[in-house]
């Protein structure tokens, strides 16, 4: 689930740092108050990635093929997230010309295994569930995160945003969510190319510029969505 839930950020404490396909529709959540993916849509055509979301319903949990979880009600929701998603990704893979019945299983490391030909990446939160998807010939690395408009809670300020990332966002709480959620689609399209496990601080967000950039001096690109919920899709 997204950080905002409360066992995102106790991972972050810890660390001290099925149904029908057209009930998921990409752009806008179906028949609700869900974010309004179009202008990052339009944004990201010109990287040939698109991006989808659904609100997460009861049975989603039925589109995630996983032999290794089982639907105990400990895990009930997060597989009916992981559903959810999956649902969508699969939409995204067909609007992109390939199969739209991809299994989209889990590798070793969690990350979702793509079709060939096709990269992509998952989120969800307490109520959303979102994908990007691109060809693997245009985009070597994608990533995406999903959380709800809310501040960044207080102790974790220091460990998840820099000098400078605090500066530029002085006094708006709610951009200081959006950088956390840019590192964390910048793990999501990083960790799968080559196992690199970025901390927070390897990881330099310009919000205004729409840029991350790694210690290692890869630069990745940023296109976020700052409304009811912050989205945030990293390309490489
Ligand atoms: C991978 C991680 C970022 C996911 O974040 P999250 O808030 O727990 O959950 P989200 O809903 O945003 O995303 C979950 C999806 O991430 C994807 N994911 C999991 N591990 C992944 C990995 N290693 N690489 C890419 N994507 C991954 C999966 O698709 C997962 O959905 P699924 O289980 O339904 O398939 C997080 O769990 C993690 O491992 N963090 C440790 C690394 C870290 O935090 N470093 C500091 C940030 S720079």
């Known amino acids: 689930m997204g950080r905002p839930g409360a066992s995102g950020f106790e991972l972050l404490r810890r660390r001290g740092s099925g149904p029908a396909l057209n009930a998921a529709i990409v752009g806008r959540v179906a028949g609700d108050e869900g974010p309004d993916l179009a202008p990052l849509r339009a944004a990201l055509a010109t990287e040939g990635v698109v991006i989808g979301a659904r609100r997460i319903r009861l049975g989603d949990e039925s589109a995630l093929i996983d032999p290794r979880t089982t639907a105990t009600p400990a895990n009930l929701a997060r597989r009916r997230a992981s559903g959810a998603a999956r649902m969508v990704a699969r939409l995204l893979i067909c609007e992109l010309g390939g199969d739209p019945g991809a299994p989209l299983m889990r590798s070793t490391s969690g990350s979702p295994l793509w079709p060939d030909g096709f990269t992509g990446s998952l989120a969800h939160d307490e109520?959303?569930?979102?994908?990007?998807?691109?060809?693997?010939?245009?985009?070597?690395?994608?990533?995406?995160?999903?959380?709800?408009?809310?501040?960044?809670?207080?102790?974790?300020?220091?460990?998840?945003?820099?000098?400078?990332?605090?500066?530029?966002?002085?006094?708006?709480?709610?951009?200081r969510r959006l950088v956390f959620v840019c590192k964390e689609a910048v793990y999501k399209a990083i960790h799968p190319i080559d196992g690199t496990e970025l901390e927070y601080a390897d990881i330099e967000v310009r919000l205004d510029e729409g840029t991350a950039s790694l210690m290692d001096g890869r630069r990745l690109r940023l296109a976020t969505l700052f409304a009811d919920r912050l989205v945030a899709v990293a390309i490489c």
Do not use: C, N, Y
């Open 127 to 175: 109520s959303f569930a979102v994908a990007a998807v691109g060809r693997s010939a245009s985009v070597t690395g994608l990533g995406v995160d999903v959380e709800p408009a809310e501040p960044l809670p207080a102790d974790l300020i220091d460990l998840v945003l820099s000098g400078q990332e605090k500066q530029l966002t002085q006094g708006d709480e709610i951009s």
